[in-house]
């Protein structure tokens, strides 16, 4: 396994080299990260059927792995028109490399706090929102809500905050020891702590839940949950 560039605290960012390793690094330090992008595959194709012209959004498309696997999963996945934003050029190129040939998928480089929605049908942020400060991530919502047909879907896999300093330092230890079983070491797993620092913002699932009801959805709740990592669903 190839490492993460990580120098000082609060240092994280997603540029440089991180695309070449990304997806490499994200299997051994997130648990259900594939299986996530499998229950997100599937659960696509429950509000894509009907009278099209569908569109898809996935916020935070990094190098592109789900962003390909939702526009090729099944006929009406393929019939949906995909718009994949991120704000890195790096991470743009490495996901239009990787969807080249697919005529049904965009890449966008772009901040998805002040892009353009269109009206869209479904929508994925994959360890996305939890980089944004709970103020930030309110208005997100809001947008993603709004541009929602009525029955659409936001799903959201996100690092969340346990109920209480006990439980979250038992999930944390459970959640290093599975990076260490992963093929971490002990310096990789401290180095990516300090440089998350200040960049990574994760709420609590009812704080999540609060800002889902807040921005509009009809329905919520969760769907996926491992450790501190959780993924929603809000229907409008």
Known sequence: MTSLPITSPG???FSGDVPTVFVDHARHSVPLYDAGHDLVCDLSTCFLGG???????ELGSATGQLLHRLAT???????????????????????RE????????EVVEGDLTTIAY?????????????????GLRRE??????QALRPGGAFFMFDKVLAPGAQLEDLITTLHYRF?????????????????????????ST???????????FASYGTILKYLAFEGFIAIK
């Open 11 to 13: 240092s994280w960012v």
């Open 51 to 57: 009278d099209g012209p569908h569109i898809g959004y």
């Open 73 to 95: 999963h099944g006929p009406a996945n393929h019939a949906t028109h995909w718009i994949g934003v991120d704000r890195e050029a790096a991470m743009v190129k490495a996901a």
């Open 98 to 105: 990787h969807c080249a040939g697919l005529d049904n998928v």
């Open 118 to 134: 269109q009206h869209c049908d479904f929508v994925v942020a994959y360890l996305t929102m939890h980089f944004l400060p709970p």
């Open 140 to 145: 997100v919502f809001r947008q993603i809500c």
């Open 179 to 203: 990076k260490r079983n992963a093929g971490l070491s002990p310096e990789e797993i401290l180095n990516k702590k300090e440089s998350l620092l200040g960049v990574l913002q994760p709420v």
């Open 206 to 216: 009812d704080d999540n839940v609060a800002l889902l009801k807040e921005a509009g």
